[in-house]
């Protein structure tokens, strides 16, 4: 495939980091470019901070972290766990990106993943690009029941250190013991995929539809 313009979506700081962040950062190594969309801070995650932009402002050292700067990123405000409400407003805010930005493949959450807004956000995400963009689905297998790995991306030992490296931004998940945040887990996510295709690390992906750009 040939593949120049990324659209990245995040239902909330932290899903795509977590779903398919050595991808991202192999991208970015390769030149490409890349359009992130977060959809939520989530604000309301956090009762016991002082600070409700907290989960913000670190998606944002990411970013730094990563060399992105505001032409790469856009970040919304929906309340956690509404999304459905504002599914609408959602799929005009794809309809615009598509329009403007028009990727060639788009990285989303899956179909089969049980959170509220990510369901509402791979939905919109489908019904966006299904005519236009190749679209993969990461995984974040705490969500899913099933998912289905057609499609892998190889990484090396460096887009995996960096992956573990701007994770260690969200502190807030951090303190909060989230288990997936672990190195242990994430690096053993990533060599049962590689062990799928004969790697050492593989990140993979529920395809929806690949166009042969």
Known sequence: MKL???LVLSP?????ELGCGGTIIKFLEEKKQIKWI????????LPNEDDKQKLKKEFLEVCKSLNLNEENYSIYHFPVRNLDK???DILEILVKVKREFNPDLVLGPSQNDYHQDHK????EMIRAFKMQSSILCYELPWNHIKFTATYFEILQDRH???????LKNYQTQVNLNRFYFSDDVIKGILMTRGSQINTKYAEAFD???IINI
């Open 207 to 209: 395809v929806i539809r």
């Open 120 to 123: 509402v956000v791979s939905n």
């Open 38 to 45: 977060v959809f939520s801070v989530a604000e309301d995650s």
């Open 160 to 166: 995996v250190e960096l992956k573990l490296k701007i």
């Open 12 to 16: 909330h700081t932290d899903d795509a």
């Open 86 to 88: 504002y599914r609408q």
């Open 4 to 6: 120049n313009k990324i």
